[in-house]
């Protein structure tokens, strides 16, 4: 299913914060955007190329603002989405928190924009305790500078340089909590799958323990009787085909009933799903299903469950919507689930498994499937015949 809910618009890539660039279009994106900022890199450019200083110092400015730009870019652009460690972060930082006082001081007030780079990564990339001492402290520092420069140039930057760093606090603290949310989403994704495959485990082993024991006993008794009381041996023979046949028949019924969620605990499990993976959840009242066919519920209830769980492991969905609402169609009353979010969609290309293996299902229970990206997100829509079954409810 993780296939079948992609979004192939072809819109144009989003910058996700605190995810790794994924194309080389979202990687170009994510350079302009931090490419943007280095509108102020225009002063000190053009107070090296206007010949005020000497060659050497020239020279000497050229690589002390290469090794900022560098520093700054590495910084900033490798730490979103796969974070440096705190060691490194801190090591870069102070490493800008010396070269701008250090240029802007030799330099003259040309230089003082680098300060708005410095308060934008300790915006970013520190921890907000640290990042609230920090940011105050550069614009101080470079208040302090300007004084030996240019002491209005200074105060022209003091509240852009304090109020940016604050402001890229902002942003980190969302890096930092996608992060986590993508982190908590496999971690409700993997938990479920857990739960089911335990559930399984318990049902086949309170079916099978007693079976199997029974067949390993009575193939004992047939083993010991074989030799003096044939007679008796075939009747214990007789005994462990039959509770085999039993038991296969349990079997049978316990992977059906997995096989078979029913729709009310499907909607139940997805509130819970969702909400715990953050995403806000629009879902219909308990349905009254008198009347609808079991194999038509069963579908439904797959649908359901296949479509959950492609929103909470891979849309990036902050909202989803479920409806459920009886059509009167040409053919009779038809059952229509349906399931949209405000994400990205899924990855890969074409339909996968598990939208054939749902479109399989629906067939077979009389029903049609549809899905596919909408303007803002996705949408999936499964019907089924509805018999004799009364209206439904659709999203509270």
């Given at each position: 299913m993780t296939e079948d809910l992609k979004d192939t618009s072809g819109s144009a890539p989003r910058v996700r914060l605190g995810w790794p660039a994924r194309t080389r279009r979202e990687m170009y994106v994510k350079i302009l955007w931090i490419g943007v900022w280095l509108v102020f890199l225009a002063s000190p450019i053009d107070d090296l190329l206007s010949g005020h200083h000497s060659a050497g110092a020239t020279a000497a400015g050229w690589v002390g603002l290469a090794a900022f730009v560098g520093v700054y870019l590495t910084l900033v652009f490798r730490n979103m989405g796969r974070p440096f460690s705190a060691p490194v972060v801190?090591?870069?930082?102070?490493?800008?928190g010396v070269l701008a006082p250090l240029l802007a001081y030799s330099f003259g007030s040309a230089w003082l924009g680098l300060f708005v780079y410095l308060s934008v990564a300790c915006g970013a990339t520190l921890p907000l305790r640290a990042a609230y001492w920090a940011i105050p402290a550069a614009t101080v520092v470079m208040y302090l500078v300007g004084l030996h420069s240019d002491e209005k140039e200074a105060r022209g930057l003091f509240v852009?340089?304090?109020?940016?760093?604050?402001a890229m606090t902002g942003v980190g603290q969302l890096v930092r909590t996608t992060i986590e949310l993508r982190k908590a989403r496999a971690t409700v994704a993997q938990l479920a799958?857990?739960?089911?495959?335990?559930?399984?485990?318990?049902?086949?082993?309170d079916l099978l323990g007693h079976s199997l024991s029974l067949i390993t006993l009575k193939s004992e008794l047939a083993g010991r009787m074989l030799p003096d009381q044939p007679d008796k041996a075939a009747q214990q023979v007789a005994d462990i085909e039959q509770v085999s046949r039993q038991a296969l028949v349990d079997v049978r019924e316990a992977v059906t009933g997995y096989r078979r969620p029913r729709l009310a605990a499907e909607i139940a499990g997805a509130q819970v799903?969702?909400?715990?993976?953050?995403?806000?959840?629009e879902l219909p009242a308990e349905p009254d299903?008198?009347?609808?066919?079991?194999?038509?519920?069963?579908?439904?209830?797959?649908?359901?469950?296949?479509?959950?769980?492609?929103?909470?492991?891979?849309s990036g969905a902050r909202r989803c919507l479920v409806e459920l609402a009886r059509h009167?169609?040409?053919?009779?009353?038809?059952?229509?689930?349906?399931?949209?979010?405000?994400g990205t969609g899924g990855s890969g290309t074409g339909p996968g498994n598990g939208l054939t293996g749902l479109t399989e299902r629906l067939q077979k229970a009389g029903g049609t499937l549809e899905a596919g990206p909408i303007k803002h997100g996705f949408r999936l829509v499964a019907r089924v015949p509805a018999g004799s079954a009364a209206a439904v409810?659709?999203?509270a």
């Open positions: 801190v090591s870069l930082t102070v490493a800008l852009l340089v304090l109020l940016i760093g604050f799958a857990n739960e089911e495959r335990l559930r399984l485990a318990r049902d086949l082993h799903a969702l909400t715990a993976a953050g995403v806000t959840a299903l008198t009347g609808l066919p079991e194999d038509s519920e069963a579908a439904l209830a797959w649908a359901l469950r296949e479509a959950i769980t492609n929103v909470v492991r891979h009167q169609t040409l053919d009779g009353p038809v059952l229509q689930l349906t399931v949209e979010d405000n409810g659709s999203g």
